[in-house]
């Protein structure tokens, strides 16, 4: 039923993704809310990383979650088509387990030291825009395609919910980094539904245990549920101090030193 649609699954993405960046952009452009970080070695580094990521993930997974939603979706595998219930009802109950799954995934990689080495590759970036949301280490990318993969196996959800999921997560990931002003009614109709920019800058502080909230990506209801939610930073938006301990914004903007970070000591 949505073998046309699933054909054109590349361009879907990077339309998405293409179509996002271009307006957080402007929205950026139009209203910035902090002093921006347009440093040249950063932004490269932030496109540096984002072209290994995609090379990573082609050249060391053997296979990627979509492609095999589509072969457990064939084989009817996996524990959501065993809910009783319509097509559409088991694509958003997908959505959103999906979403609690990635918010696990998040606090593992903040509590166990191991993963910590290369999440904090993102956390490490003084600045916080819309480039920091595809500034990842290429080791946390492919953690988190192994991951999906034993997920899409776990869950069966359909080659559709995965590819959608996808494309909203990595549209989340611009959108909450965006270094732009939002009305703040806005921001508090929206937080209780999805994450804004406001509510993930608080978890990019470097104040007291600020990083160790606000976890979620796309749905704000869990940083609710699990107790890890705040609301506002303990200094000011414009004020904040963004960045990891002990990393400068020198080599957090170096490509070699964010690259080779995950091996080295604190
Ligand atoms: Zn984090
Ligand atoms: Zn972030």
């Given amino acids: 039923m949505f073998d046309a649609f699933l054909r054109f699954e590349p361009e879907m993405r990077l339309a998405a993704f293409g179509g996002t960046l271009t307006a957080i952009l402007l929205w950026e452009f139009l209203a910035t809310k902090r002093p921006a970080e347009w440093r ?55 959505l959103i387990v999906l979403d609690l799954a990635i918010y696990a995934q998040h606090v593992i990689f903040h509590k166990i030291p191991f993963f910590w080495r290369f999440h904090r590759v993102h956390h490490a970036d003084t600045g916080f825009d ?16 192994i991951y999906k993969l ?16 996808e494309i909203l997560l990595s549209s989340a990931s611009l959108f909450t980094h965006a ?48 107790g890890t939610y705040q609301t506002d930073p303990s200094l000011p938006h414009a004020e904040m101090d963004i960045g990891s301990q002990n990393i400068s914004a020198q080599s957090a903007a170096s490509f070699t030193a964010m690259l080779t970070l995950p091996i080295h000591k604190d």
């Fill in 150 to 165: 034993a997920l899409v196996l776990l869950l069966g959800p359909s080659a559709v919910a995965v590819l959608v999921f």
């Fill in 40 to 94: 040249f070695e950063r932004t490269l580094t932030h496109l540096l990383l984002m072209i290994v990521n995609s090379l990573a993930l082609r050249l060391v997974m053997p296979i990627l979650a979509f492609e095999l939603a589509l072969h457990v979706e064939a084989r009817q595998m996996g524990l959501l088509p065993l809910i009783p219930a319509p097509t559409f009802a088991i694509f958003f109950i997908s």
């Fill in 130 to 145: 819309v480039t920091t949301g595809f500034r990842f280490h290429p080791g946390e990318i492919v953690f988190s395609m």
């Fill in 179 to 226: 270094n732009a002003h939002m009305p703040r009614r806005l921001d508090s109709l929206l937080r209780w539904v999805i994450v804004t920019p406001d509510m993930h800058r608080i978890h990019h502080s470097r104040q007291g245990n600020e990083a160790l909230t606000n976890f979620g990506f796309n749905l704000s209801l869990w940083d609710r549920i699990f």
